[in-house]
């Protein structure tokens, strides 16, 4: 599942017009990596929202920006289980 999140992730970031071709696991999605902006995190927030059915809060920007790209598909996959096992249904 991190594996299709991640591709997802990184076909997200490319039509918003990132070069990811250098991008590993351990790409840091704010400053020290992506440097991802606000606007950019939330935009990406929502696709992420909108394909896999999971949801984010504003305030959670800040903490997202810190993440690597793995952490933050692992933190979507994990959102995603949560998801299926409190509604008993695949997200």
């Given at each position: 599942m991190q594996d299709r999140i991640r591709a997802f992730v990184l076909a997200a970031?490319?039509?918003m017009q990132y070069d990811v071709s250098e991008v590993t696991g351990d790409t840091d999605l704010?400053?020290?990596g992506l440097d991802?902006?606000?606007l950019a995190l939330a935009d990406l927030s929502v696709q992420v929202e909108d394909e896999y059915g999971v949801k984010f809060d504003l305030d959670e920007m800040e903490t997202t920006?810190?993440?690597?790209l793995d952490q933050f598909t692992a933190d979507v996959a994990a959102r995603i289980a949560a998801a299926t096992a409190t509604s008993g249904s695949p997200a």
């Open positions: 970031l490319a039509e704010g400053p020290a991802l902006e606000s920006a810190l993440m690597t």
